[in-house]
């Protein structure tokens, strides 16, 4: 999901919402990071500890947030993060509302996250640990090393070709990078035994 389109206006257009906003943002503390991610274990600021550091400031400076959900032509849903000020001004942000499930609970999930990360977007608040490093090389640790692939690949290549192929299907990938790191010693035990029984079977002969 990402924001698709933003409008700002011109500094002039919207000279009083800025100078509210600048007010406003002067007041504001920092969001509490009150939960935490299951997959990274990171920690990140709820929508509601966002609302509770924003609402006031906002309000104090004539300033208000509205979010809605908008469908285009093709059917993509939007949600439309609009901060408006007391004179009439305002300016919005778009994001495009993809869920993982097609599900009501998943079309739910992806509002929260969207409504969270434009509010916090659109009001400069920190809502994540800065840790983009440390979630990419999380990422990148789940896979296996370009040395296990390539030490896989020549265990692949002392069998026969039907075996190779009964030992990819085992696997369930004929792509050696998409290998899971927990999972490398499994196949190569797999590969190995794969091995074994076709060395017996040429001894046998």
Known sequence: ???QKTEYGSVVENAKLYSALAKAQGEMGSAKFNKVNPHFRN?????????????????????????IIKTDD?????????LAHSSGQFIESSFGLKAEKN?????GS???YAKRYSLSSLLGIVADDDDDGNVAAKEESKYITSEQVQEL?????????????????AMGTGNLNEIKADK???VCRLIDNA???????????
């Open 184 to 186: 490398f010693e499994p």
């Open 74 to 82: 093709k059917g993509q849903m939007f949600l439309i993060t609009r």
């Open 103 to 107: 599900t009501i609970q998943g079309l």
């Open 110 to 112: 992806a509002l929260t």
């Open 153 to 169: 690949s020549k265990k692949l290549t002392g069998l026969k070709n039907g075996d190779r192929a009964s030992v990819i299907k």
């Open 195 to 205: 091995i074994k029984r076709t060395n017996g079977e040429n001894n046998g002969n």
């Open 43 to 67: 920690n990140y600021a709820s929508l509601s500890s966002i609302m509770d550091t924003c609402k006031k400031p906002l309000s104090d400076n004539g300033l208000s947030i509205l979010q």
């Open 1 to 3: 999901m990402t924001i």
